[in-house]
């Protein structure tokens, strides 16, 4: 069963830092873009950050860039998110995916596995 697994989320006071981690098993992505998406409540699901096969190039929202580092380390088959400066406006559950290919991708209909999401709560 091919499954990805996130982890770090949490509560942080905004300024603070986190850094989210997503696990792929079931087979191997090392070949493919991954991404960061997130949900807030009432809203729809939007890209955060995307990064390509290899690790090579990146690609970020407005709203997050300077502020958040997409990395993956295909030996460990795992994503990260770092976040730094954290705003209240990023309260959301945040979301790992696989894209189909190996380019960056930023649409959530180029990705077709997800995970099950983490929350990631801010407070002023």
């Known amino acids: 069963q091919v499954q990805l697994v996130e982890s770090g989320g949490g509560s942080v006071q905004a300024g603070g830092s986190l850094r989210l981690s997503c696990a792929a098993s079931g087979r191997t992505f090392s070949t493919n873009a991954m991404g960061w998406f997130r949900q807030a409540p009432g809203k729809e699901r939007e890209f955060v950050a995307t990064?390509?096969?290899?690790?090579?190039?990146?690609y970020y929202a407005n709203s997050v860039k300077g502020r958040f580092t997409i990395s993956r380390d295909n030996a460990k088959d795992t994503v990260y998110l770092q976040m730094n400066s954290l705003k209240p406006e990023d309260t959301a559950v945040y979301y790992c995916a696989a894209a189909k290919f190996h380019a960056l991708a930023y649409e959530l209909t180029s990705y077709n596995y997800w995970g099950q999401g983490t929350q990631v709560t801010v407070s002023s």
């Open positions: 990064i390509n096969w290899n690790g090579g190039m990146t």
